[in-house]
């Protein structure tokens, strides 16, 4: 099925459309398998609109699976189930009557790696998760909507005379603020960021910071970090995951930022953010 979404209005001097609403996010008891191998058990979270929350702790505890369970991508992998419900404002986005493709498309993810198109032009990539999502985008409205989610990303200023130039031209940096830019084209929700900065240089990865304390005023974001300062600098809410022994991963605490960072309850918490271990 086709879907139109809104677009920029076309006059100029207009005031800029903001059509994405944030959305919260809640998971409930939600466990995790691939095979028999359990990997979450029963993992709670409040993630609220307009805020950040981070998803921080060691490798292996289970944090990508469990962002990958919030727009449904968990289910591609064959071997994968999982139990719980996750919640976008109250809906339940595994409910049978709900299309796994609104989740996707309300819920986007950026990943570890930028993955723009690389031989695709700048403006084509913006505009790519629309007809990937199956969403129709009025011819005229189209460089409006372009403008837009490179500005909000934070691309626009470095790209404006060269979109026709291939994705593949531009610094690690760039290319990950271009998917940023593409995710934003098909109005989501929530948008759930895998170690964005991982594969950056200190700068690139500053960029991309600024960028998600632009974005937070219009859509949620969660995001997996290892980089115990990037937590700290861009997330309100924090959220730390521990696998021990074997065990599959559990939420160990999870609260304000700067309370898992200065009193936090448990000593695992404390010892964690402080490097003690992971
Ligand atoms: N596709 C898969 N098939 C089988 N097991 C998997 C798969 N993906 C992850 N796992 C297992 O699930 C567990 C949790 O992995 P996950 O990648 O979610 O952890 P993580 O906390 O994100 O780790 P990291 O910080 O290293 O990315 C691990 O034991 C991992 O080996």
Redesign the pocket.
């Known amino acids: 099925m086709t879907e139109t979404i809104p677009l920029p209005a076309a006059a100029p001097n207009r005031p800029r459309t903001v059509a994405a609403s944030p959305a919260t996010l809640e998971a409930e008891a939600v466990s995790a398998w691939?095979?028999d191998?359990k990997?979450l058990d029963r993992v709670s979270l409040h993630m609220p609109a307009l805020e950040v929350t981070a998803l921080i702790?060691?490798?292996?505890?289970?944090?990508?699976?469990?962002l990958r369970i919030l727009n449904r991508m968990h289910e591609l992998?064959g071997?994968?189930s999982l139990a719980g419900r996750v919640l976008l404002d109250g809906e339940d986005i595994y409910d049978r009557g709900r299309r796994i493709t609104r989740a996707r498309r309300e819920i986007g993810m950026v990943f570890q790696k930028p993955n723009p198109f690389p031989a695709m032009s700048l403006y084509d990539n913006v505009l790519a998760g629309l007809k990937l999502n199956g969403i129709k985008a009025a011819r005229d409205g189209r460089d409006d909507l372009v403008e837009e989610c490179l500005t909000k990303a934070g691309l626009w200023r470095e790209v404006k005379d060269r979109l026709r130039q291939p994705g593949g031209a531009l610094s690690g940096g760039q290319q990950q603020r271009l998917c940023i830019a593409r995710s934003l084209a098909v109005r989501p929700r929530v948008l759930l960021m895998d170690?964005p900065c991982s594969a950056l240089d200190p700068t690139s990865t500053r960029r991309i910071e600024e960028t998600i304390a632009d974005l937070k005023e219009e859509v949620t974001i969660v995001i997996?970090t290892?980089n115990m300062q990037q937590a700290a600098r861009v997330s309100d809410h924090c959220a730390f995951?521990l696998?021990e022994q074997g065990t599959p991963?559990v939420v160990v605490e999870h609260g304000p930022t700067d309370e898992m960072f200065n009193s936090p309850q448990d000593s695992r918490t404390a010892d964690y953010v402080n490097g003690r271990f992971g």
């Open positions: 691939f095979g191998h990997v702790g060691p490798s292996g505890c289970g944090k990508s699976t469990f992998i071997s994968a170690e997996v290892h995951f696998a991963g």
